[in-house]
């Protein structure tokens, strides 16, 4: 256990806003306490100037707020979010957030289960023929994939492609 001094003003400041609940607990057979304001818990510690605040536990961020030897407070950070793909019915979500800045590159960012993906672990294919239009050079560039695209990938990215290539305008497409 790691003892908090008083005079360390930013720590304690820092657990003030992060530790969100707290229990009082009276003597030592009361090992769940009862639940209280955190700001009971403060003003104990700030009127009571024997008083100790220490580290329960440094991995749940678990800390003691000690006023006399029998009288304590244990505080705790918030309870982390439950994992939603534990709950009944869950379903995977992916979020494509697409950054289209018509005078720079674009920036795709994907989202699994609102965790953001490394651009290592997706690939993007854009499908835009631009202001001069589904020219013949465009449509070789379009539909020529790296080996390792998946073919139901390349058929949509080839059909797509087609349909703009279809509505180039030019009498000599036969394309």
């Not at 800045?101 to 960012?109: F, G, I, L, Q």
């Not at 994939?145 to 000599?172: F, I, K, M, T, W």
């Amino acid at each position: 256990m790691r003892t908090v001094s008083r005079n360390h003003t930013r720590i304690i400041a820092r657990l003030q806003a992060e530790l969100t609940t707290a229990t009082r607990h009276n003597g030592p057979n009361d090992r769940a306490g009862t639940p209280v304001p955190v700001s009971e818990a403060w003003a104990a510690y700030d009127h009571r100037p024997r008083a100790l605040l220490r580290e329960l536990d440094a991995r749940s961020g678990a800390h003691e707020i000690r006023i006399t030897g029998k009288l304590r407070y244990e505080l705790r950070p918030p309870a982390p979010a439950p994992d939603r793909r534990e709950a009944p019915g869950w379903e995977r979500r992916i979020d494509v957030v697409v950054d289209r800045d018509p005078d720079a590159c674009t920036d795709v960012t994907v989202y699994l289960d609102g965790i953001a993906l490394s651009d290592s672990s997706f690939a993007v294919h854009v499908i835009d023929p631009g202001a001069s239009g589904p020219t013949h050079e465009w449509m070789e560039s379009a539909t020529d994939h790296a080996d390792d695209v998946p073919e139901p990938v390349r058929q949509q990215l080839n059909a797509l492609a087609a349909c703009y290539h279809r509505h180039c305008g030019r009498e000599s497409c036969t394309e």
